[in-house]
């Protein structure tokens, strides 16, 4: 669990970025986006505990990619690409 708790932090960082809207994603698409993508996260590591190591590396390989990210549409273009990750 230290290590969702990792990447949990890090995915809200992410998020607290984001700053601005875009028309293309709202805010309440972000809040969407964050639920699903810890979801498919918690399934992910409770399905397969051994995994989460990976799934640590593949989501801090994203985080990194959109760290400077200030843009909503950014940061949903961040989500989908961690949720993509954690669900291959």
């Known amino acids: 669990m230290k290590i969702f708790l990792l990447v949990a932090v890090g995915i809200a960082a992410l998020a607290g970025s984001a ?4 028309p293309d994603c709202t805010t309440e698409m972000l809040t969407k986006k964050a639920q699903d993508m810890t979801a498919a996260l918690q399934e992910a590591i409770t399905k397969d505990p051994a ?13 990194t990619k ?15 690409e961690l949720t993509a990750a954690i669900k291959a």
């Not at 700053?19 to 875009?22: E, G, H, I, Q, R």
């Not at 995994?51 to 985080?63: F, G, R, S």
């Open 19 to 22: 700053c601005s809207k875009a």
């Open 66 to 80: 959109y760290q400077g990210a200030t843009t909503a549409d950014e940061a949903c273009k961040a989500y989908d």
């Open 51 to 63: 995994k989460a190591a990976d799934l640590t590396a593949k989501v801090q390989a994203v985080t």
